[in-house]
């Protein structure tokens, strides 16, 4: 190329991605022209080159090459079918002239500014908004045929867990034995149907189909599902099915526990979208956990893990945490009060405590999650027995555990096995450092809840109120405030309103009850306050409240004064309602003794007509005067003429009236005592 020829022209090009500009002189032949795009390409200098216009025209390299502009840069392009392996620059003639091959660097800023709308032109070119376009087709389509499949796993889920609570049933010998393994099966043949055809089938269609497709949901001791809920629940002989195996997709067996596990290959719940109204909501201690389905539930646990920052501080996987959430709810019982939802209702109410103390701002993310996950585990397999119980009974649990505090241990072990699983295992992403300070802290947390704690545990809580809470810098300080906030968690029904707290009372009661009546079938102490023949709503909640609930609320509360008006206030009310409930009870109670003295004083009128004595009006009236006088009582106290009078006059005042039975209180003269008093005062004189 000649220097400073009036006739040079400026090429721009792209070149392997890089923005390039060629000075061509008039001088320079077309051969030459070729060599010095080969060289800039890095290619042989025969190479069969071309280069692509911005509009998509291919044209040959020339020395009469049309110039271009930055914004219309023309692309090298070696044509198809040449044989042209890349290498180092090849060294071009001597005679070749020097061309000036300026970088992209050095270019004009306005070349720089026009990259963007070379590229969309550029992909213009090569197709790229039809591919996108496909492409957001087919996402489409996957998260359509994802919701499906999230929607058959969630029908699956509901199926399994009717078999579990049949499984239970059978265990606890509810109903007869070969009936409900008929139903077993059924149940069973209808899970694999839907695992199949992805469609519920109806009770209705599975008895008309009467059969089932190829296949078994394997697993031990007759498939998977959650523990038996018996008192001796145990990998032993507590598991669904009888011998508590490991096998299969069923039960799996960690530390000593049976735990259900059912393998999913999608999210096991549908996806739900809450409002901000919602979200807030349930940061409240009013929160009414009744208006909620277990799918729901799911997702507003999942939630909550996101909204305290735990997700992303701790990479947990969004199907690890699905996954996770699921075989907690499975590994719940269905007893009345020890299920889903009470483990659900204690996490709510320990997310709405982190918010309000705003202690997911004072305490260090692995304590916050140490107290989420402790809460939402802390009576995973409970079998609807106490302590007491599983200790008298001599159960598998209190044998294992020595004795010592066997629920809250065996919840313990459960938590531990669920996490020792790879697809449920949210503390995957912990160091080891912090994974056994979780542990400890899961442990010494769960632990706490054993009410058999609970009176060194809050002397404790008092010593350090009273130094002065050093939280988070004094540890000791701070495990034993974890431990107190799950304690009030764990019992803060009572806190909540009365359409919220109330039927927790009642299905409480009912657990009790059936322990107790259990425990006189077999023999064993019964607890006072669990025996229904001694305990009333209102005085077993009087007590509860007075002498459990407001020490300890009003004892955190001294520490932590932003709970006294959510919290301590409504247990005042509490305490209240139920004492107006117990004098009501009362009255209602002397009411009842009062009838029930008056039909066991009336006599027995189902006697045929002629049977009775013939009694003047005028005079049975003058003899009732005698015997008021005389403080007859119809037959039960007084000289025999009294008696006789009295049983005339009751004989006579009572002719008209319907007959009226009753029970004989002890003491009281029987049915027979009072037909011969009656035969005696119609012989007298």
Not at 258 to 263: E, L, Q, R, Y
Not at 535 to 553: D, E, H, N, Y
Request: glycine residues 8%; hydrophobic residues 35%.
């Amino acid at each position: 190329m000649g220097s400073g020829s009036s006739t040079a022209r400026t090429i721009y090009v792209w070149n392997n991605g890089c923005g390039e500009q060629i000075t061509i002189t008039s001088d320079l032949s077309d051969e030459q022209c070729q060599q010095l795009f080969a060289r800039l390409h890095g290619v042989a200098k025969d190479a069969d080159l071309v280069v692509r216009s911005a509009n998509g025209n291919m044209l040959p390299i020339t020395a009469k090459l049309p110039p271009n502009g930055p914004d219309t840069r023309y692309v090298i392009e070696v044509l198809p079918g040449s044989a042209i392996a890349r290498a180092s620059a090849v060294a071009t003639s001597a005679a070749l002239p020097p061309a000036a091959v300026v970088p992209a660097s050095s270019a004009s800023p306005s070349a720089d500014g026009n990259v963007l709308q070379t590229l969309k032109s550029l992909g213009e070119l090569i197709g790229l908004p039809a591919y996108k376009e496909e492409m957001e087709r087919k996402v489409a389509e996957m998260e359509h045929r994802l919701d499906m499949m999230s929607e058959r796993a969630a029908q699956v889920d509901l199926l399994k867990a009717e078999i579990a609570n049949l499984k239970m049933r059978v265990n606890n010998s509810e109903m007869d034995n070969s009936t409900l393994v008929h139903k077993l099966q059924r149940e069973e043949d209808r899970v694999r149907r839907v695992s199949h055809s992805g469609k519920r089938v109806s009770p209705a269609e599975d008895k008309a189909l009467n059969g089932g497709v190829s296949g078994d949901l394997k697993s031990s001791g007759g498939g998977g599902g959650r523990s038996s809920s018996s008192s001796n629940s145990s990998s032993g002989g507590g598991g669904n099915g009888g011998n508590g195996g490991n096998g299969g997709n069923g039960v799996l067996m960690r530390a000593g526990a049976s735990v259900a596990s059912f393998k999913q290959a999608f999210p096991p719940f549908p996806k739900y979208v809450f409002t901000r109204e919602t979200k807030e909501y349930l940061k409240q201690p009013s929160f009414n956990v009744w208006s909620w389905e277990p799918n729901e539930m799911l997702n507003l646990l999942e939630m909550m893990f996101q909204e305290l920052g735990l997700v992303a501080h701790f990479n947990i996987p969004s199907k690890v945490l699905k996954c996770f959430l699921v075989r907690i709810r499975e590994n719940y019982h269905d007893n009345p009060f020890h299920n889903f939802l009470h483990g659900f209702s204690v996490t709510q109410m320990m997310y709405g405590m982190l918010h309000l103390l705003q202690l997911d701002a004072k305490i260090p993310k692995l304590e916050v999650l140490a107290m989420m996950v402790s809460a939402l585990c802390h009576d995973l397999q409970h079998p609807g027995r106490t302590n007491s119980y599983q200790i008298n009974a001599r159960t598998e649990l209190a044998l294992r555990y020595n004795d010592k505090s066997p629920l809250e241990n065996h919840h313990c072990a459960v938590a531990f096995s669920i996490l020792g699983e790879a697809e449920s295992n949210i503390l995957c992403n912990l160091s080891h450092d912090d994974f056994n300070k979780v542990r400890q802290y899961m442990i010494d947390l769960i632990m706490a809840t054993d009410m058999s704690q609970h009176g060194t545990l809050l002397k404790q809580w008092n010593c350090y109120v009273e130094e002065g809470l050093e939280v988070p810098g004094n540890a000791a300080h701070l495990c034993v405030m974890m431990q107190m906030l799950l304690k009030c968690c764990d019992v803060s029904n009572e806190v909540r309103p009365m359409e919220v707290s109330d039927p927790w009372v009642s299905l409480l009661l009912d657990e009790f009850f059936a322990q107790s009546d259990r425990e006189k079938l077999e023999g064993l102490p019964v607890l006072p306050f669990m025996d229904r023949d001694k305990v009333t709503k209102s005085g077993a909640q009087i007590g509860f409240i007075r002498f459990v609930l407001l020490p300890m609320f009003e004892s955190v509360a001294k520490a932590f004064p932003e709970l006294t008006e959510p919290m301590v206030a409504p247990l005042h009310q509490s305490l209240e309602r139920f004492q107006r409930m117990q004098r009501e009870e009362e009255k209602e109670r002397k009411i009842k003794e009062i009838i029930a003295s008056a039909t066991v004083a009336a006599p027995d009128l189902d006697r045929d007509t002629s049977e009775k004595p013939m009694v003047n009006v005028r005079k049975s009236r003058s003899r009732a005067s005698v015997a008021a006088a005389d403080g007859g009582d119809g037959g039960s106290s007084g000289n025999g003429v009294a008696q006789r009078r009295s049983s005339t006059v009751s004989l006579e005042s009572n002719r008209d009236l319907p007959p009226i039975r009753g029970t004989t209180p002890k003491g009281q003269p029987g049915e027979m005592s009072r037909r011969k008093s009656m035969s005696a005062a119609a012989s007298g004189p």
